[in-house]
C-alpha cells in the first residue's frame, strides 16, 4: 500500500522560500509520476506541478512558473517542491500524489483523477 506524507509546511513572509517534502512509503517509487496540488479556501484544488517517474520532465501552471521547481530523489523516495519569492496568494494546502507510469496510459498531470494515491496536505500560509 503505498502512503504518502507531506513535510515542510508553515508560515512565511511574501517574498520569501519554502520546500516541501513529500515522502513516499511503499513499492516501487521510481514507477510514479509524482504531483503537486494546493487547495484554497473556498477554492478547487488546482494543479501546481508534476515530474515525470524518472526525473526528465517537469511541468507546471503558470501561476508558479519560475518560481516554484519540483524535484525528486528516487534513492530517497521523496519528492521536493521549492517555492521561491512567495505570493499571499500562494496561501493554500499543498498536497502532494502519485500516479502510476507502469501501465503505459496517457498521462495528464493536471487532472485530479489521474492520480492512484493523495497525501493529506501541508498548509503554507503566506503573510503579506
Known amino acids: 500500500q503505498v502512503q504518502l506524507v507531506e513535510f515542510g509546511g508553515g508560515l512565511v513572509q511574501a517574498g520569501g522560500s519554502l520546500r516541501l517534502s513529500c515522502a513516499f512509503t511503499g513499492r516501487a517509487f521510481n514507477m510514479y509520476h509524482m504531483g503537486w496540488f494546493r487547495q484554497a479556501p473556498g477554492k478547487e484544488r488546482e494543479f501546481v506541478g508534476a515530474i515525470t517517474w524518472n526525473g526528465g520532465s517537469s511541468t507546471y501552471t503558470d501561476a508558479v512558473k519560475g518560481r516554484f521547481t519540483i524535484s525528486r530523489d528516487n534513492a530517497k523516495s521523496t519528492v521536493y517542491l521549492q517555492m521561491n519569492n512567495l505570493k499571499p496568494e500562494d496561501t493554500a494546502i499543498y498536497y502532494c500524489?502519485?500516479?502510476?507510469?507502469?501501465?503505459?496510459?496517457?498521462?495528464?498531470?493536471?487532472?485530479?483523477?489521474?492520480?492512484?494515491?493523495w497525501g493529506q496536505g501541508t498548509q503554507v500560509t503566506v503573510s503579506s
Open positions: 500524489a502519485a500516479d502510476w507510469a507502469g501501465d503505459g496510459t496517457s498521462w495528464n498531470p493536471a487532472l485530479l483523477r489521474d492520480y492512484d494515491y
